[in-house]
């Protein structure tokens, strides 16, 4: 980054943080290195997943039209048909080499929950596909929607400076050096926090309702019966006008303690207790605290680092760009990531 981010061109955004999220994804999942980011390339897999994006939609509307089928194979490349077997089969690849490294792993990833050093590793074939089917979603869940933070938190940083320099200033002001920025040290920063909360309403993920069959039950006083699928419009509530003052605006001032200096009485009337990112009951997030440290430490490490800005020019709009299928399709989006030195460093952290 610091080689190419400060040249005219910038860097290209979406590129970069699908590289690093997946790297750290897989790491986690199951010590894989993928090395994208070292190597500026991406890998098979990634290539792959963003393949099954589009493919994973069309499926679904098959699956509701079935005798549409047939016209699915006129509409869709092969390439993306086949990406969803690839990302299966390079997972399952993927499986069989952790188990073969077990024991002789770098770090503890999630994979040692699963099928720990000293278990039995499953041979038969339907607990094979669940360990399979299990270390996936861990390795795409854990993907997916950290792209979605690290690309659009920097993209809103670059629409609304005031905003770009009070995340500044707490950051620079907080951490003298570049090692000091650790989790534990990044806890009390509550306009960062508000930062990544302001991206989760705006960059809605889950948009898709996470739907559940209803075992026949009273909610808010209305009967529902069983079997009925219910859904949460999430999108539309997280940009409702209804909970959200200037609901389409990044405003993550409104997220912050009322006690906070910089928190806007203007926003006083919100629901903010109406939106769960990470869901809520049994089947919630159960990555939310990884989620956390992750976008914590990357927006930190970068607005410590750089001063931000987007290559002029770009006929780039985040609303009208940005697609929904199974998960988002994110436009190319140049920006310019300029290093900062001491002194400069310190002038915004007196401000
Ligand atoms: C900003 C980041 C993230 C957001 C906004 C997010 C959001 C969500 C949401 C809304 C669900 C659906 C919950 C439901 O159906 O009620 C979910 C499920 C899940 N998430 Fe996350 N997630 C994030 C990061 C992660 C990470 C880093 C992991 C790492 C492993 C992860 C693993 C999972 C898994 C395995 C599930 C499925 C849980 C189940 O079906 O029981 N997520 N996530």
Redesign the pocket.
Known sequence: MRTYGGQNGGVELKTWTDWLALDI?AD??YNRQLHQVKSMKSSDLLDSINGVNFFGTMNQIMKKFPLLTPLMFLVIPVSVIRSLPRVLSLNSKEVQARIERRGKTEHLD?FEQLCPEDGVVPTDKKRRAHLEQVAG??ML??FD??A??FYSTIYFLTQEPQVFSLLKKEVRGTFKNYDDINPDGLVPLKFLHACLQET?RLHT??SFG?PRISPGAKVDGTYIPKGVVCQIANFAAAHSPRYFKEPRRYQPQRWLPSTHPHYDQAFRHDHLKGFW?????P??????E??WV??KLFIAKVVWNFDLEMVPGQDYDWERDMKHYSMWQKPDLFVKFIPVQGEKRREVSDL
């Open positions: 994804a986690l999942a999630y979603q861990l869940a854990g929607p950290i979605n933070q989760l993920n889950a996470m990112p990470f869901s809520q009951g089947r919630m997030c159960p990555g939310r990884s989620a992750q976008t």
